[in-house]
Structures are given as structure tokens and as C-alpha cells.
């Protein structure tokens, strides 16, 4: 099976409220993590990244929290907007060798509600 | 500008048949890489390529092979094709070999009939 996955499939949530996607893996070995947000016909689009050095990191409105102790990875998008709806895909991959590429979780969709 | 294209954008074609997928990148990464997205959306790693390297994910079947006729190119060609292949396959791009922000094209939706 996959090494990353998400808890929910689907997320709705409100306009201007706070999202958080959570994701898990099981390759303790992975020491680099992404978050991706794929659009309707678009391919996946980087959002933010952390390395296993980390346990936080912030962007523009998303922060990234790293618990490698149980190998949790969330998104947090503050204030959601309309144009944040889409599938957002976690990310891991170890850059030490071995797996190559990233492997991805299966996606959770965010639904913004007006 | 675009960072990493592809072409075509939509392949419709037969059983059987032999198609290839080009990918260009403007962006001088030295690492590109091709994924198949499923219909339920699940994205899987195919090949890593630079110029030293090829790492193939021991799953792709040897009916596919990416071909690189330069550093910014990085295309696929897929031998006859089956039912199964039907999927969107992108190309993406890095600065680093591993553990770099990798860079998406928009997709090819590929249909076998």
C-alpha cells in the first residue's frame, strides 16, 4: 500500500474559517515533506515544504506542522477563500536515495462554502 | 512564461498502438520525472531521470520509457497500448536529484479505447 495517506477524502468548511488537512505516513525514513494543491485540470501545484529537521514551518496563510514521533503531517490554511478549493495532496520522499520521486497520499478535496 | 509543458494535452487513441508524450522544461533543472494520476486521483511516481541517472518504479511496465534527447526534454513513449493505461500523466521537474520542490506541467489525459 501507500506509504501516505490522509484521513478524510472531503472537507468542507467555511469561507474566511480555518482549514486544517491532516495527513499520515509510515516511512520513518522520509526527511522531506510537501504539500500540494491540485486544481480541476491542473497539474499539482507547490504549496509549502519541511524537512524532517523541522516540527513547523509558515507561509502566506499555511502552515505546515511536522510530528515525525507519530509520523503526522497537517496543513493549516487560515481564512479560507473561495480560490482554495481543490485537492490538496501530501508529499514525502526520503533524499538520502531508495525512493525516488515523491509518493503521494491520496488527496483530500476542500470545498469552500460560501 | 510556462515552467514545464507538455504535449498533447488530451490523447485519445487505440488499443494497441504505440504514442509518445513530450515534456519541456524552461526552468534548467538537471532532474525531470514522469507520474501517473488514476481516476481516483491517486498520483504514482514512473521514472527519475538527470543525466547520470534513471530510476524506474519496478511497477511501470517496460511498454513504457521516457526518452531525453536533452536537459530541458524529457518525453514518454508508451508501446501498445493497453485499456489500462487510460489515466492524465505529468511531467514535473527539480532543481535537486531528491528532496527538492518538484515543479508539475498541466497534464496529458491519455484515453485508450
Known amino acids: 500500500g501507500e506509504s501516505v495517506g490522509l484521513h478524510l477524502p472531503t472537507l468542507s468548511v467555511q469561507e474566511g474559517d480555518n482549514s486544517i488537512i491532516n495527513c499520515a505516513y509510515s516511512?520513518?525514513?522520509?526527511?522531506?515533506f510537501i504539500w500540494y494543491k491540485q486544481e480541476s485540470g491542473k497539474g499539482p501545484q507547490f504549496i509549502i515544504d519541511?524537512?524532517?529537521?523541522?516540527d513547523k514551518r509558515q507561509g502566506q496563510r499555511v502552515t505546515v506542522l511536522l510530528n515525525k514521533t507519530v509520523k503526522h503531517l497537517s496543513l493549516q490554511i487560515a481564512a479560507t477563500q473561495p480560490g482554495d478549493s481543490a485537492v490538496y495532496f501530501c508529499?514525502?520522499?526520503?533524499?538520502?536515495?531508495?525512493?525516488?520521486?515523491?509518493?503521494f497520499g491520496k488527496g483530500t478535496h476542500l470545498i469552500i462554502q460560501p | 512564461d510556462t515552467a514545464v509543458s507538455q504535449t498533447p494535452k488530451y490523447l485519445v487513441t487505440q488499443m494497441g498502438n504505440d504514442k509518445s508524450i513530450k515534456c519541456e522544461q524552461n526552468l534548467g533543472h538537471d532532474t525531470m520525472y514522469w507520474y501517473k494520476q488514476d481516476s481516483k486521483k491517486f498520483l504514482k511516481i514512473m521514472f527519475s531521470?538527470?543525466?547520470?541517472?534513471?530510476?524506474i518504479n519496478e511497477t511501470v511496465p517496460n511498454r513504457f520509457s521516457p526518452k531525453s534527447p536533452d536537459k530541458a526534454h524529457l518525453n514518454l513513449h508508451i508501446n501498445s497500448l493497453e485499456l489500462g493505461d487510460s489515466a492524465v500523466y505529468f511531467c514535473?521537474?527539480?532543481?535537486?536529484?531528491?528532496?527538492?520542490?518538484?515543479?508539475f506541467g498541466p497534464g496529458t489525459r491519455l484515453t485508450v479505447t
Open positions: 508529499a514525502e520522499t526520503f533524499s538520502g536515495g531508495g525512493a525516488d520521486g515523491l509518493t
Open positions: 519541511i524537512r524532517s529537521n523541522m
Open positions: 531521470y538527470n543525466n547520470k541517472e534513471l530510476i
Open positions: 514535473a521537474s527539480s532543481q535537486e536529484w531528491r528532496g527538492g520542490e518538484q515543479y
Open positions: 516511512n520513518s525514513a522520509s526527511d522531506y
